[in-house]
């Protein structure tokens, strides 16, 4: 009966991955599109705050960063966050940000890097859920 369960788990430990790798895959490619159709445009930002938020859990603790920008579009003052590494910035500084047309307060950092990582990472998630579920059988 052990085993039975231990194999149900595995399975849905693999499935899991499959799911996100499958999200971020999805993501990164609705980013990369957005971007090449002019969904997303340039604009000048300037960074109000930086949050640092030290966080555990069972592996250990690590820090997150939230930035938090704000900008203009046709006007209108916007305020959004960036999850960025905050080494590099820092409050006052002007940048520029990238908001999407259809959801101004939806911004990112220029540059497709970003975009590839994330459905590298998808990549990654997908092959390693699926070695998982195949490993099982």
């Not at 340039?42 to 930086?50: H, R, V, W, Y």
């Not at 966080?55 to 579009?73: F, L, P, R």
């Not at 307060?105 to 975009?115: E, F, W």
């Amino acid at each position: 009966m052990k085993q039975g369960v231990n194999g149900i788990t595995k399975i849905l430990f693999g499935a899991v991955f499959v799911a996100a790798g499958v999200l971020l895959i999805i993501l990164g490619i609705n980013r990369l599109v957005k971007m090449n159709a002019g969904k997303y445009v340039e604009t000048q930002a300037k960074i109000t705050k930086i949050e640092t938020t030290l966080v555990s859990d069972e592996d250990g603790s690590h820090e997150e960063h939230e930035i938090t920008v704000e900008y203009q579009v046709d006007g209108k003052k916007f305020v959004s966050c960036l999850s960025e590494n905050p080494r590099e910035f820092y409050e006052g500084m002007e940048l520029t940000v990238l908001y999407d047309v259809d959801k101004p307060t939806t911004v990112v950092l220029p540059g497709k890097a970003s975009s590839f990582i994330m459905m590298a990472l998808g990549f990654v998630g997908v092959i390693g859920g699926l070695m998982v579920i195949i490993k099982k059988q």
